[in-house]
């Protein structure tokens, strides 16, 4: 059965830097591009979760949220069927529910999602 498991959330300071990994089974990873999003703890109604990053498939095509441009990598390991978010100079603003995705037509994958919490 397709399957996401996202890990590597945690509580880190303003400044500081996290590794998120997601790691896929029951299809085939490589196939697809994939994407993270985050919720953030205050959504205002009706507005789901905002697209984060996405990557190509191969990795050779990226695409970032302005908000976390120049701060965030996405990447991917298509041998370990897993997808990374790496995350420097992260602000408080970015405290979230972190979910990675899998645009599979017709039946999206979603992780269960990974908390960042960045406070002081």
């Known amino acids: 059965q397709p399957q996401l498991v996202e890990s590597g959330g945690a509580l880190v300071q303003p400044g500081g830097s996290l590794r998120l990994n997601c790691t896929a089974s029951?299809?085939?990873?490589?196939?697809?591009?994939m994407n993270w999003y985050r919720r953030l703890p205050r959504q205002p109604p009706g507005k789901g979760r905002e697209l984060v990053a996405a990557i190509g498939r191969g990795g050779v095509n990226t695409l970032y949220a302005d908000s976390v441009k120049g701060r965030f990598t996405i990447t991917r390991d298509d041998s370990k069927n897993t997808l990374y978010l790496q995350m420097n100079d992260l602000q408080v603003e970015d405290t979230a529910v972190y979910y990675c995705n899998a645009p599979i037509s017709g039946s999206p994958l979603w992780g269960q999602g990974s908390q960042v919490t960045v406070s002081s």
């Open positions: 029951g299809f085939t990873f490589s196939n697809y591009a």
